[in-house]
Structures are given as C-alpha cells and as structure tokens.
C-alpha cells in the first residue's frame, strides 16, 4: 500500500512539473524546447557529403522544385511518345533517347560517367541571361538538348533525367545547389549514388569525383523527387527566430560568362534565397 502511494505520488508531483511548465513558459520557448531536445537523429549515409538534411522552408526553392518536377515529368512523358512513335520524335528527343539506351547497357560507375561526360560535351555553357534575357530558369531535359545550350542547373537537371530513365532509382539522385568556397558564387551539380557512396557529376569537369573530394562545393540544398531539403541542422535557430521569405526572391545562378560562378553578394539571397546558411 506504501509502494502504491508513493508511486502516486511521483506521478502527481511529475504532472505538477510538466503543468507548470507549460503555463509559464512561452509557446516559442516550448518550441525551442521541443525541437532542441528532441532532434531526429540524421543517417549521414543518406545524404551527399554525410551531412544531416531536412525539408526546406517555404520560399523560393519550392518554386524551382515545381518548376524541376514539372521539367521532368515533361521530358518523360515526351520521351516516353517517341519510344512509342518514332515519326513524332525530334531531333533532341532522338538524342536524348540513344544517350539513355547507352547509359542503361552500361554497368556500375561507367553509366555515370558515360553520363556526365556526354552531357558536358553535348551541351554549351550559356548563361541564362545570354539565353533567355533572364536572371534564372530551369529548363526541362528536352529543351536543354533542343536548345543545345544552359547553364549549371540544366546541365544537372538533364544527367537527373537520362539517368531516371536509364533505370536509375530516384532515391539514388538529387540534383544539389550550393556555393563555390573559392569564389563565393553559386553552382549546382547532380549528386548520384553508386554502392553507397555519392559521386559528384559537375559540367566543369569531365571526370566524376567522390563527394568526400569535392572540397571547393559547399551543399546547401538537394532537389529529389520528393522535394527540396536543406542541409544543415536550423532546428533552434527556426524556432526562435523565422525568416519570412519573399516568394519572389530567386535563387541565385552561376550566370557569369564562361561558365564561371558569379559571387553571391546581393543582401535579399544571403538572407531569403539562402537562409540562414551564409
């Protein structure tokens, strides 16, 4: 009988505690509290460069992943007519197609290789303003082919495509967005995963390098198919202070000439298109 009150006892007193703590503590300190004591624990073997990712905030990058998957689902269903008509075929989906058959008899790290390497030489370095008078689009894999020109993304968005279509899981890719350490300007590549380890398919370099080896590529987002995470633990620092980010902000893109990145320096991208990871 003893035993059983005193384990009510505790149990009351406990209560007593967790009451008063929820009356006077603010709701934002019992968030910073929750999500400060409470992180999911990251598998660092899932994402590229072994670091923790989670779902990004709502702003700009949501906008390009809208963008990215309707590009995708564009050229695969494009891809998927010509299969099935070759008369409606056109001169890109025609290539795009025997790019795809190559990378699928393909085995191992080659079909990645084979990938970037044909990629990088079937397609001009053209910035988007040069190409479309504009500071930033995403184009589809079929029309980078069809234009034979883009700049970083496409370049990463088309590998992203012939390789889903060469048989390549989803869960195996993400097309990732980040900064040059040297230069400061912004870059994205295709990250793909083979045997467990991320290999880096980058439109300035023929030859594929592990993530471990890519040192100058600092990842602040990954595009997959299931949406855009960012890197990085923000659990406390969302909580106690969220960031209101502009929808129409744009992410920032390597359109330097040359192929080279520009610097990221504009106010609104290091504290709206890139929150938080400046």
Known sequence: MKSLLAHLLRSLAAAVVIIFTFAVIPADGQMIRRDG???VAPDTGLEPFGLAAGPAPAGPMWIRWREFE???EQSAQALARCRETPSTCSAAETHLLALVSLARNAGGRAKFGLVNREINLSIAYTSDVVQHGTGDVWSSAVA???SGQGDCEDFAIAK???LREAGVPAADLRVLVGRVASSGGAHAVLA???DG???ILDNRRMAMIDDAHA???QPLFAFDSAGVKEFGGRMIAVAAAPQEIPVAAARPNDAGQN????????ASVRGDALPLLI
Do not use: E, K, N
Request: no cysteine; proline share 7%.
């Open 144 to 146: 980078t082919f069809t």
């Open 192 to 194: 793909a995963r083979q």
């Open 197 to 199: 380890h991320w290999l």
């Open 70 to 72: 309707q590009g995708v």
């Open 37 to 39: 004591l409470l992180p």
């Open 259 to 266: 192929g080279h990145p520009v610097s990221i320096t504009d």
């Open 215 to 217: 040192v100058d590529l």
């Open 160 to 162: 992203y495509v012939t």
